[in-house]
């Protein structure tokens, strides 16, 4: 079985500073780049975490929340900028979804980005399913 990679903090947050976050992740990190309307629309690379490797620092009355089809997903925007750094996802509802483009970049020494098909949800979510366990 292949070591874990070893974790380290990133920071995060929105455009205007209003939200602020820490997600432990490694420095080489895998992402899903969705096709569904949202993420194809907003651009948004995911990252997912458990909810214990995130830490919310600044801006929790900041926070908008939007949901729509099965009601699982709480996309989080920030409601000055707009921007949403973080979200609880359909595919992994017990962790968080981080935009990698949101982080501070130099904690990051690599980014694979991997397909996630929204027109094959069941596939695409198993793959996933295990990335939001502690």
């Given at each position: 079985m292949?070591?874990?990679?070893?974790?380290?903090?990133?920071?995060?947050?929105?455009?205007?500073?209003?939200?602020?976050?820490?997600?432990d992740a490694p420095a080489r990190v895998t992402v899903s780049e969705c096709n569904c309307s949202m993420c194809r629309m907003s651009g948004y690379l995911h990252l997912i975490v458990p909810r214990a490797r995130f830490r919310l620092l600044r801006g929790a009355d900041a926070l908008s929340e939007y949901t729509?089809?099965?009601?699982?997903?709480?996309?989080?925007?920030?409601?000055?900028?707009?921007?949403?750094?973080?979200?609880?996802?359909?595919?992994?509802?017990?962790?968080?979804?981080?935009?990698?483009?949101?982080?501070?970049?130099?904690?990051?020494?690599h980014i694979d980005i991997e397909?996630?098909?929204d027109e094959d949800r069941a596939a695409s979510e198993a793959r996933l399913r295990e990335r939001s366990r502690p």
């Open positions: 292949p070591e874990a990679a070893a974790l380290v903090t990133h920071r995060g947050g929105c455009h205007c500073g209003a939200i602020a976050f820490e997600v729509f089809n099965t009601g699982t997903a709480r996309h989080l925007f920030c409601r000055r900028c707009g921007v949403k750094s973080f979200y609880v996802p359909r595919s992994n509802p017990e962790g968080y979804s981080v935009n990698v483009r949101c982080l501070d970049q130099s904690t990051l020494e397909p996630f098909d």
